[in-house]
């Protein structure tokens, strides 16, 4: 195989495929054998050996692992959703480094009420009080 075929097929410049066959660069990293780990049959290899200008394909999987199912949005009771912006209002009010995002994933919220709640255009901002989301 030349080195073009191995850099197309790894996604990487074969500059840096001569570096690593030529033990320049990357010392430690182990070896892999594409055929015992599915990644690509005898016969894609011999074709590449055979034609210098073929493209090495990866082979399908033979088994299809399923993707881990994503836990949706926590279910907050009717008496506490009435804390969930005061919540925020104190996270925003205590901790301004926290982006929107961090207090999204903290509270459970959207960046548009986390937003509205910053600019003290939400609708309910006058009676909004800062309560600590832990107590």
């Not at 080195?3 to 010392?27: N, V, W, Y």
């Not at 088994?63 to 907050?76: I, L, M, S």
Request: aromatic share 4%; charged share 30%.
């Amino acid at each position: 195989l030349s080195f073009d075929q191995i850099a197309q097929f790894c996604k990487m410049h074969p500059l840096e495929i001569k570096a690593i066959a030529d033990g320049e660069s990357h010392q430690g990293i182990k070896g892999l054998d594409p055929v015992q780990t599915g990644q690509l049959s005898r016969e894609e290899i011999s074709k590449a050996e055979a034609d210098p200008n073929h493209k090495l394909k990866l082979a399908d999987p033979k088994v299809r692992v399923p993707e881990a199912k994503r836990k949706g949005p926590r279910y907050t009771p009717v008496s506490k959703r009435q804390d969930r912006p005061n919540a925020i209002y104190w996270l925003v009010r205590n901790h301004p480094e926290l982006k929107d995002a961090q207090v999204s994933r903290l509270v459970g919220t959207t960046k548009s009420t986390i937003e509205q709640i910053r600019n003290r255009t939400h609708w309910n901002s006058a009676n909004l009080t800062p309560m600590d989301p832990v107590t």
